[in-house]
């Protein structure tokens, strides 16, 4: 037999593997998607490949990916094509993707990327970028300064590498020549996440030129959307699975859970393509939605990377399987249900264990420690906003402590046994220099509610809810996280 070919064309799947319903080559681009990761391809990518098989028109998907070459490198000499897998305990599924024109390495091709944001067939310019990447400050709802690719770009915002400037410098240039903005939606994991963007691109633009700030204030739609799709980093048996259900050697598959969630503000001025094809919600207001996915599914996830990884729990399935802390992390999606309001079309009570029989998906190996990377840019979302409303509604807000808790004692950056690891957080030198010399939990607790912009001061001021982070941290830096563990589930 010959050795499997690479997957270039739709010609060459042949096995299980369903392809698309259209054809990839009879449809131009009308998206520029910022940052080509596992994620996109599991999600957005999977509806708009649906939405051209239901609603045709020329929506694929220019991606770029800002800072890795890999995206690219692996996508196009497959023609932009993928395999998507989706894996539970009933088995595994694959699909080959259409949807995507093409991959640019913007640190390769900086021009390319420009040039195809100023295209007029461009229409929507979506991102997942991670929270770390915008540079927004959100206390104060303007550009941060500091923020490394912020400042780049202030000092050369018509060569722009960050998203704030590629978007203020692409709105400028085609507000030069004429050409309609693009609808901007943002897709990461961030409250009101088309207003924190808007912010942000609004006040970089006014900085480099007022005129522009204010007719992108007034002409540009940034809708918010809540994305939800559990995908770990694409690993060997990602690869075997795609070969084996395609017959095709594949170099960029990407693995997921069968649960997939978009729910979308509808203010698409150039139009878009038909998501609900895929099964988008779109709604009037995200918000609710969003906070309910941050709260109770990032939330708890949050929570049981530092406390599972802490305790040698290698992936999320270990941690609510029967050796895991299951009540602790049911408790915690109590605690943040418990700040949401009533949701149209959505039942609380079963979206709960829904969430908990997804985090015990045996086939997905989702890692705490991925989870637990830049702590900092997400606790203030996903924890610390829901403590200080459980705490000024006078409700119990240990749970939230506790995850706080489990967050301090990774900060330390030393298992149990003493034995170093990396924080990976954009933070990480500012957390080592705020520990130095903290040995006793409080020092630790003190210190950190030192760090500036990041516990909301009712929060960081308030003696009961210091009294319970010291609590749970006293717990855990005496007795060792397992310990902590199991003590905590007897409270
Ligand atoms: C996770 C998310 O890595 C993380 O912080 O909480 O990536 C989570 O898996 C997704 O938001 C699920 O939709």
């Known amino acids: 037999m010959s050795a499997p070919r690479r997957l270039t064309s739709l010609a060459d799947v042949s096995g299980a593997a369903s392809r698309p319903a259209y054809d990839p080559a009879r449809h131009g681009h009308g998206i520029v998607h910022l940052g080509i990761g596992a994620f996109h391809r599991a999600h957005q990518a999977a509806y708009t490949d649906a939405a051209l098989a239901a609603g ?24 932009g094509l993928y395999t998507l897998i989706e894996r539970d305990a009933s088995g595994v599924r694959a699909r080959v993707i259409g949807s995507i024109a093409c991959a640019i390495a913007a640190s390769r091709a900086p021009d390319d990327l420009m040039a195809s944001l ?3 067939r461009t229409r ?12 927004v400050d959100r206390a104060a709802m303007t550009v941060d300064i500091h923020h490394p690719a912020v400042a780049a770009d202030l000092r050369n915002p018509t ?14 240039r085609r507000r030069a020549v004429q050409v ?4 901007v939606l943002c897709c990461d994991n961030l409250p009101d996440n088309g207003a924190f963007v808007r912010h942000g691109v609004v006040d970089f633009a006014r900085r480099c030129d007022p005129a522009l700030g204010e007719w992108i204030a007034d002409k540009v739609s940034f809708p918010s959307c809540m994305v939800d799709r559990i995908t770990p980093a694409s690993t060997e048996a990602t690869r075997e699975d795609a070969l084996r259900l395609t017959n095709c050697v594949d170099q960029a598959p990407v693995e997921t859970e069968p649960f997939t969630q978009w729910v979308i503000d509808d203010r698409f001025p150039g139009g878009r393509p038909a998501w609900e094809a895929g099964g988008a919600l779109f709604v009037d207001d995200v918000r609710p939605y969003e906070a309910m996915k941050l709260r109770m599914l990032n939330g708890a996830h949050s929570m049981l990377a530092y406390a599972g990884f802490l305790s040698g729990r290698r992936y999320v399935r270990d941690t609510v399987g029967p050796a895991g802390f ?3 992390i049911e408790r915690h999606i109590k605690a943040a249900a418990s700040t949401l309001p009533r949701l149209p079309g959505i039942d609380l009570a079963a979206y709960a264990p829904q969430l908990l029989s997804r985090f015990a998906n045996p086939a997905i190996a989702h890692e705490t420690y991925q989870i637990a990377m830049d702590g900092t840019e997400k606790l203030p979302q996903r924890i610390l906003a829901p403590a200080l409303e459980t705490l000024e509604k006078g409700l119990d807000v240990r749970p939230f402590a506790f995850a706080v808790a489990a967050w301090m004692r990774y900060c330390v950056g030393r298992l149990d046994d003493g034995s170093p690891f990396a924080l990976r957080d954009p933070r990480e030198g500012e957390i080592g220099r705020l520990l130095l010399g903290a040995v006793a939990p409080s020092d630790v607790v003190d210190a950190l509610h030192a760090l ?5 001061e009712r ?5 009961v809810w210091r009294h319970t982070v010291n609590s749970c941290l006293g717990l855990m830096m005496g007795e060792g996280m397992q310990a902590a563990l199991a003590a905590e589930a007897q409270t």
Not at 180 to 183: C, G, I, Y
Request: aromatic share 8%; glycine share 8%.
């Open 56 to 79: 045709g028109g020329d929506w694929r998907i220019i991606g770029a990916s800002l800072r890795s070459v890999e995206p690219a490198d692996a996508l196009n000499p497959q023609n």
């Open 118 to 120: 100023v295209d007029p």
């Open 124 to 135: 929507i310019v979506t991102m997942t970028v991670t929270e770390k990447a915008y540079g």
């Open 159 to 172: 060569h722009p590498s960050g998203v704030l400037g590629l978007l203020a410098e692409a709105l400028r």
């Open 180 to 183: 309609k903005p693009f609808t």
């Open 326 to 328: 299951r009540p602790l």
């Open 452 to 456: 500036p912009n990041f516990f909301p």
């Open 459 to 463: 929060l960081r001021t308030n003696l």
